[in-house]
């Protein structure tokens, strides 16, 4: 089992900053990849980024790509989103998943899921 919790959600105005972590423990080691998603009302969850262990190769959505960053810290077992220049469709529920090597950018790929933190943009 692998247990994610993410922190760091909040309110901001458009064009402000947030930076989201995702802490994992319990058999990390079994897991290759990292990913971000989010989903506004209404909406289905869509990918954001994700980012693997072994070589922190990085892949993002291209609504996100050149704003946000995925970065990892290996000896916390943590995750980092780092959100700039934030805009109103940015808001949404943004969660952190757990997958193998194959896993991409579709949900169903992710096997364990955080409970997910609430990022509001507000214009």
Same mark, same amino acid.
């Given at each position: 089992q692998v247990q994610l919790v993410e922190s760091g959600g909040g309110l901001v105005q458009a064009g402000g900053s947030l930076r989201l972590s995702c802490?994992?423990?319990?058999?990390t080691s079994s897991m290759s990849t990292m990913g971000w998603f989010r989903q506004a009302?209404?909406?289905?969850r869509e990918f954001v980024s994700r980012i693997t262990w072994r070589d922190a190769s990085t892949d993002y959505a291209h609504t996100v790509k050149g704003r946000f960053t995925i970065?990892?810290?290996? %000896?916390?077992n943590?995750?980092?989103?780092?959100m700039?220049?934030?805009?109103p469709e940015d808001t949404a &529920?943004?969660?952190?998943?757990?997958?193998? %090597?194959d896993a991409g950018?579709?949900?169903g790929e992710y096997v364990y899921w955080?409970?997910?933190?609430? &990022?509001?943009v507000s214009s």
């Amino acid at each position: 089992q692998v247990q994610l919790v993410e922190s760091g959600g909040g309110l901001v105005q458009a064009g402000g900053s947030l930076r989201l972590s995702c802490a994992a423990s319990g058999r990390t080691s079994s897991m290759s990849t990292m990913g971000w998603f989010r989903q506004a009302p209404g909406k289905e969850r869509e990918f954001v980024s994700r980012i693997t262990w072994r070589d922190a190769s990085t892949d993002y959505a291209h609504t996100v790509k050149g704003r946000f960053t995925i970065s990892r810290d290996d %000896a916390k077992n943590t995750v980092f989103l780092q959100m700039n220049s934030l805009k109103p469709e940015d808001t949404a &529920v943004y969660y952190c998943a757990a997958g193998g %090597a194959d896993a991409g950018q579709t949900a169903g790929e992710y096997v364990y899921w955080g409970q997910g933190t609430q &990022v509001t943009v507000s214009s």
